[in-house]
């Protein structure tokens, strides 16, 4: 039977917690030889080639544990994991594909997210609306398996040419001993059988093996948990040996177990109680035997002669593994015990069968010594049925041992993040990918990692100074409020202010620590968007010969573009490359038009020079935004972008008379054309006055600096519209 599961176009973020990840869930429903995860990636955007990495991870039965930047995980926790599998990959390997053989039965989760090739903020231009979309296939074969073994009930098997191998299976029952699989053949063919739990085995992947030389074998199983499936693979190492049918059988029996040389470890099995936040449990064990009392629920007293083993079962479900467990141990050693009694408990945390700490996983082993304190925890643990698994240990003489005793208390939890809910520079918060619900850590301060203890990159002891810095930038903008207000600029003053304060107000809100919020956070960065995006087109519009009348049409028609697109999305910057570039156009078109027909250079070659540092800082600025801000230094080299695009300001913002368009500039455009004409032949007049003044320059009763010479001046006359009267007027000045 073939089955398939489909994720189709899930977007990708940029990795900088578990918060960016995006998790997956898919389920093998039998056995198979061949799982295959087919992989698409499409983009949205220009997206260079190199430009990021994607990851995909695949677990089996619990979320992947990952550190892609080499995060450090708290003090005492287990890291290692089984059945992990990673792929990183760009988007130059096209529909890479992830192959596992004999995958086991049953949930597997995914965790994908993008890596970006470097750690800047920006490299704001380039990165600009590259967006990444994964789509995901899952199919598999599920293989029929024609036998299924019970105790002590024999299954017969015939090998031949048409079946060189066969497959059959075993579901074991809770409180299983050990297992013993006997297997007896009619030739003396080698006969090969392997065994895989939760998944079929094969030559290369097998749990346990055997090989029936003399007609007759056994494999001997360790001592399982309940509910899990055991599967084998019969077969024939040489072929030429199928000429005839060979017939055989298999046979499952338990081990007796005999505690004298401790070959079954009686495991106590736990109840799970459940507190009122999500993966919020305490384990507490369940004694079948009278040899505790059930108010000693998390103490045991260890010692030679008796207690010397002692074992937990708890099972870890689709309820808990979105949390964390913790395992805490606290010894205390007799009063009557010599304090030179080298006693200890070596345990081991295990996976569908208890373990001793000999036969335990290297990351998997506890040693907890005398007076002592251990936690150990476990990040998203796997499904299944666990085991801790404790014995006494003690390398002293043989008197020194025979009375010495150890109390042990001891406790499994679960809960959210971690221990200290992500202690002080950090946040737990409860997040849900694609139906899949899991606790992580919102780190603070640039600490980092799964418990927001990896310090090294943190910044919270520069974060007081790293806001202030952000903030009180913003008032670089006043000197250009108070010039442009001077010039009776009073449009522009408005949006620079605009500007100054909802960045300023947007900065002390966008932190970690020392955080100040007027109003919510996504209508502070949208203000803040506008305002920058406003202030570069409306001092570029300022900056344009044309009538004030048409730049306040244009500025309304700015303003509108800028929320417009912000709307849109603030984060595209190739929409705000556009419009900056259509709007200093625009400009540049004025200043030609105006040049060609006044016939000189508009604006003048001292004004453009005047303009010179304005373009030299705004360029300074924007190439820090655009390519050397980085997590580490945005506090400063943003701050330094505030401050040389407000110096800037000062040189662009033009004078009173420089903003006509074909217009001689002692005209104010805004006069009406009547007026403008009365005041041409005003002017016209009041030349024509001083010519014929300076004419009559020899007259004795002109030019005297004798008052009682001087003749009284009629200054209303003088000052009339009217050519005619104002001749009359100064002939009889002159007579």
Known sequence: RDFAQHYSRIRLFEYDSYSDAKFLKFNINGPTKLANWSLTIATEGKCPEQFANIHFYLQYGAYPLAAPRNETFPQGFITSRHHLFKLIFNQTLINPLIQINSPLIGTWFAMTFIDRSTSTIGRKISNAGCNFYLSTWLDYEVIPIPLTLTFNDPVQIVLNNDKPSIYASYYTSVGNARLMILSEWSSNCDIKIFAKIHSLPSASLYDYKTACKSKTCLIELDQLSGFLWVYFEITVSNLSCLVNPIYGHLLIRPIECLSSNNVCIQSFPT???MFNYYYDFLYVPIYTTNRLTSSSTSSITFNEQAFS?????????????????????????????????????????SKFRPRFYDTCENDYRIVIEKNSMVIRSIPYPEMASWYITLK????????????????????????????QQCGTYGICRILTSQQNVFSTCTCLGGYRGYGCTDRTHAYAS???????????????????????????????????FFNMFFSTFYHACDQDMNKFCIFKYDGLQLSDFIGSYASFVITLITMAIVPRSTKVFLFMLGVLTCIVINSRDRFDHFQFIFLISITFLFTIVTWAIGSIKQRRLRPSSKHLLFYTPGFLLALAGLILFAF??????????????????????????PHKKNNTLGMKEQYPTDLPLIKRTQSESSKRQATATTLDVNINNESPSIGTDNPALRPPIDNASLSSSNTDSSKKSTDNLLS
């Open 392 to 419: 006494y240990a003690c390398n002293g003489l043989v008197n020194e041992c025979a009375n010495a005793s150890l109390t042990l208390m001891s406790q499994i939890s679960s809960s959210q993040c971690t221990k």
């Open 309 to 349: 083993t002692y074992s937990y079962e708890f099972i870890v479900d689709d309820r808990n593994i979105g949390g964390t467990l913790h395992f805490d141990f606290e010894s205390r050693i007799m009063p009557f015990v010599s304090l030179n009694a080298n006693i200890s408990i070596l345990g081991c945390i």
């Open 271 to 273: 109840r799970r109680i």
């Open 628 to 653: 050397c801000e980085t997590d580490e230094n945005y506090w400063y080299t943003h701050s330094l972008w505030h401050i040389f695009i407000a110096g800037s300001i000062l040189f662009f913002l």
């Open 462 to 496: 520069k974060s007081l100074s790293s806001v202030l810095f952000l903030t009180i930038s913003n008032l670089m903008f006043l000197p250009a409020i108070i010039l442009a207000v001077y010039r009776h600029l009073y449009i522009e003053a408005l949006v620079y």
